[in-house]
């Protein structure tokens, strides 16, 4: 049991019952293309079901087994296939062959990383994409005001976090569908493609 786990005993603010909209948009105006992807923290597996009734080879990671499970009976009750495991995205390499992934989402992971652990995030993410292979993030911004939620992002961060081991091609602003914040918290999303390397 891990405090993630906990989460899940009550619905939780973020699980808002369908794929977050700025996701679902990469989507529909083909910027995000059918590959394998992987969704870090899939939590119950909105985003990564979405993927794969679009035609995507989606795998989903979460470090609770209880997101897990509750990710693999929505995906039996849409009746698509989905790739789901438990699993701590600090880890990913020891689950995945080295650039085994077209692309890789995380939908309100990073942002609750600390500041020790977004390093390790970044050279396991790096690790496990393709050369070129895309990495979508959507995180709380710095312009959200409200004091509930996760910690908040700024461009400055992704900039320093990312910068040496991805291209960023943009970070834009929209919203992070959450029951605690009525219209959709401020976020960003950003885009970044995988420099080459080891
Ligand atoms: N992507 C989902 C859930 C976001 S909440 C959505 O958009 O709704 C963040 C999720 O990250 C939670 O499900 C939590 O269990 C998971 N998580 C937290 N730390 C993690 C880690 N180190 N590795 C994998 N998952 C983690």
């Not at 910027?31 to 923290?41: F, H, I, N, S, T």
């Not at 880890?91 to 995380?106: N, Q, V």
Request: hydrophobic content about 40%.
């Amino acid at each position: 049991m891990n405090s993630w786990s906990d989460a899940y005993d009550s619905k939780p603010p973020w699980d808002v019952g369908h794929p977050q909209f700025a996701i679902v948009e990469l989507v529909f105006n083909n910027e995000l293309r059918p590959g394998k992807v992987l969704d870090l923290g899939c939590g119950t597996g909105q985003n990564t079901i979405f993927l794969a009734e679009n035609g995507f080879d989606a795998i989903g990671v979460d470090i609770s087994p209880e997101a897990i499970s509750l990710a693999r009976e929505n995906a039996k009750e849409i009746g698509v296939s989905v790739g789901f495991r438990v699993g701590d995205v600090l880890r990913l390499s020891r689950y995945f062959p080295a650039h085994s992934f077209d692309a890789i989402i995380d939908s309100g992971l990073f942002h609750i990383l600390s500041d020790d652990d977004r390093w390790t995030y970044v050279r396991q993410i790096h690790r496990v994409l393709k050369e070129n292979g895309r990495y979508y993030l959507l995180c709380f911004s710095e312009k959200e005001q409200s004091r509930a939620g996760p910690r908040r992002v700024s461009k400055a961060e992704i900039d320093t976090v990312f910068g040496k081991h991805f291209k960023i091609n943009y970070i834009a602003d929209t919203l992070f569908e959450s029951a605690l914040h009525v219209g959709g918290a401020k976020a960003y999303l950003v885009s970044a493609t995988r420099l080459e390397g080891k």
